[in-house]
């Protein structure tokens, strides 16, 4: 399958509700050959991965203080500030056609437009002079994949800096003490750059790297916007009875285990990695299992190096329990 037309959808809503349920439309309505991409912003809010635990990624009474709201995207990865200085990018495609490479190809000619020379690195930074301008995750469902990530225009850093909790190991592996420290605006860059022009430059690029005709869209309110909305979406199961927790390169994993009689009868697993899939998979894998040593035989994922690292993870706890 190749991708026939480019379907181009632009907010001009800056509710974060609305944006992540229309995104999460898109991928459910996907037709196949067709490329989706969708511009957005959102007011002021701290946007955590699918499968993060909320308090223990933002300072949540400051925001409440200040008006900031909390919102969870259905990808992987960390949290992330958002404001009307930040601009959001949705590519969506077939399996099949699913390029990272190519998609951020896109955003690299529409920046290099101003002078600006942009690369990828690490699992999902793009870079400008080793400082990080855009973060990125992604989601893989049966019908479609969809890429999305951030783009710094002028946006508070300080704000970042004061909503975000710190992760000490992960901070320490990017040789800096503060998420503000590895980041930089676009502004910084080029003098008055501005999201619109900087909007109209990813248009112009996505027809170019694609090559095909791009039809504009019209973003519409959805049924969705109640469950990102919700309590129930955006404060999860966490802190059970057992907490078994450990940082590796790929990101971290939290499992929260909920025992009765020595017996697992409820899972929770805080991760800012990538893929979503493999956090369903180690649920899976612990409930109602017997809470003992012979937690070591049972585990069976599809990522044999989770599968060992969750092993050791277990060895060294139930050893020194």
């Known amino acids: 399958m190749s991708i026939k037309k480019i379907e181009y959808y632009e907010s001009d809503n800056f509710n974060p509700y609305l944006n992540l349920s229309f995104e999460e439309k ?70 099949e056609d699913f390029d990272i490479k190519k998609n951020l190809q896109v955003i690299r000619v529409g920046l290099r437009a101003f002078g600006i020379e942009s ?41 970042l800096g004061r909503y975000l909790k710190t992760d000490d ?28 022009q900087i909007k109209a430059s990813l248009k112009k690029a996505v027809i170019s790297v694609f090559d095909c005709e791009l039809v504009k869209k019209e973003v519409i309110e959805n049924e969705l916007f109640r469950k990102y909305y919700s309590k129930e979406w955006l404060f999860r199961l966490n802190k059970l009875g057992e907490q078994i927790t450990k940082r590796f390169e790929y990101g971290l994993i939290d499992i929260n285990l909920e025992i009765d009689n020595e017996i697992i009868n409820r899972v929770s697993v805080n991760s800012d990695m990538m893929d979503v899939d493999i956090i369903e998979e180690i649920k899976a894998c612990f409930i109602n299992k017997t809470f003992n040593h012979s937690l070591l035989g049972f585990l069976s994922l599809s990522n044999k190096q989770i599968e060992n690292d969750i092993k050791a993870m277990l060895e060294e706890r139930l050893c020194t329990t």
Not at 67 to 89: T, W
Not at 128 to 133: M, T
Not at 169 to 190: C, E, P, T, Y
């Open 26 to 95: 898109l991928l459910n309505q996907y037709e196949d050959g067709t490329l989706i991409f969708y511009l957005w912003q959102n007011t002021d809010c701290v946007v955590i991965g699918k499968n993060q635990c909320a308090k223990e990624q933002c300072h949540l009474d400051l925001m409440e203080k200040e008006h900031v709201k909390l919102a969870r995207r259905s990808s992987g990865g960390g949290a992330v500030f958002h404001d009307l200085g930040n601009l959001n990018f949705t590519f969506i495609t077939s399996s």
């Open 119 to 159: 690369y990828f690195s690490g699992r999902n930074d793009l870079l400008v002079d080793e400082f990080k301008i855009s973060g990125q995750a992604y989601l893989k469902t049966k019908g479609a994949c969809l890429h999305h990530g951030t783009l710094l225009v002028n946006t508070n850093l300080h704000n």
């Open 169 to 196: 190991d992960k901070l320490k592996a990017h040789g800096v003490k503060s998420h503000a420290q590895r980041v930089r605006n676009l502004s910084d860059f080029v003098s008055g750059i501005s999201i619109d």
